[in-house]
């Protein structure tokens, strides 16, 4: 029960890494809010968790965020924690992105976290203290092929929880970021075709992607009272993919054709 009675605001909660990392908070007491772009998703999450609250809410909206602030604040009162988590994939190359794409990406991984990060943090500053991880990628720290807006809206979100760690301590808001790597969700699905999966296993030395579960014991770490002198860290949670170097094992692992 390490997070007992705290109001855990999980956005882009209604499925993937959000949803599980909602029932992890609730596993250790914690109240979830699920605010997701998929309203129905969050009334349906909710009722699957068995308490909290639902809110429909566009992150890359700031008068949809500070509605989905309000209604938190009349039902609640207070904002304990913040995963900062709604984001879209994407996986197209350099030469064809469009600046359509462009700015829809960075619009929702990296303005739509901003705003939704100081508009909580405004509510934290206020009641004396929360918790904030933002969810980044691995794709934030290396040139993965086909993650130029995705990969540079996740590198600026990972620069801009230093930026929060260092104006926030003084407000007693702990902000961390979680980087996952490959990890099985809708938007895997969506972003990884066959020899996609095949090069993410080869290239992680765990040698398989990792659940939505795996980021949820992770967040509930960095939610916890536990990490309160972790501060300003991003936390590869990627099986190893961000370490890796030479990667020949002999007979045991070769290079997808
Ligand atoms: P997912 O399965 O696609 O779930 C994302 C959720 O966010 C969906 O419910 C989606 O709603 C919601 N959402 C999308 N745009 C939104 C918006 N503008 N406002 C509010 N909610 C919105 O994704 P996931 O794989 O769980 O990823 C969660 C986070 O982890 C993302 O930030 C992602 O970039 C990051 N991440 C994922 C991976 C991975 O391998 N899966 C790796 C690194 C980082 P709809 O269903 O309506 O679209």
């Known amino acids: 029960m390490r ?17 599980a990392v909602a029932k992890a908070f609730v ?4 109240i979830p809010v699920i605010a997701d772009l ?17 809110v429909g809410v566009n992150v890359a909206d700031a008068a949809s965020v500070n509605a ?16 900062n988590n709604a984001g879209i994939g994407g996986n197209t ?8 794409e462009w700015n829809r990406t960075i619009s929702i991984n990296l303005t739509g976290a901003f705003l939704v990060a100081q508009a909580c943090s405004k509510v934290m500053a206020a009641q004396g203290g929360g918790k904030i991880i933002n969810v980044a990628s691995l794709s934030g720290q290396r040139g993965g092929h086909g993650r130029g807006a995705y990969g540079a809206a996740k590198a ?17 808001i702990n902000v961390n970021n979680i980087a996952p790597g490959a990890i099985e969700t809708e938007m895997a699905k969506f972003a990884h075709d066959k020899p996609t999966r095949a090069a993410y296993n080869y290239l ?19 939610a916890s009272d536990e990490a309160r002198y972790v501060h300003g860290h991003t936390l590869n949670v990627d099986g190893g993919f961000r370490a890796a170097g030479l990667m020949f094992r002999g007979s045991k692992a070769a290079p997808p054709a």
Do not use: C, Q, S, W
Not at 217 to 222: G, N, R, T
């Open 3 to 19: 997070l007992k009675d705290k109001i855990a605001l999980v956005t882009g909660g209604a499925r993937g890494i959000g949803f």
């Open 27 to 30: 596993a250790e007491g914690a």
């Open 38 to 54: 998929n309203e129905d998703g969050a009334r349906e999450a909710v009722a699957k968790l068995g308490k909290g609250l639902a």
């Open 68 to 83: 989905m602030v309000d209604t938190i604040m009349k039902e609640y009162g207070r904002i304990d924690i913040l995963m």
């Open 93 to 100: 190359p350099f030469l064809d992105i469009g600046l359509e």
């Open 156 to 172: 600026g979100l990972e620069l801009l929880t230093k930026v929060m760690a260092v104006e926030l301590a003084e407000h007693n």
């Open 204 to 222: 992680i030395p765990m040698t398989r992607y990792g659940t939505p579960e795996e980021i949820g014991d992770a967040a509930v770490f960095l």
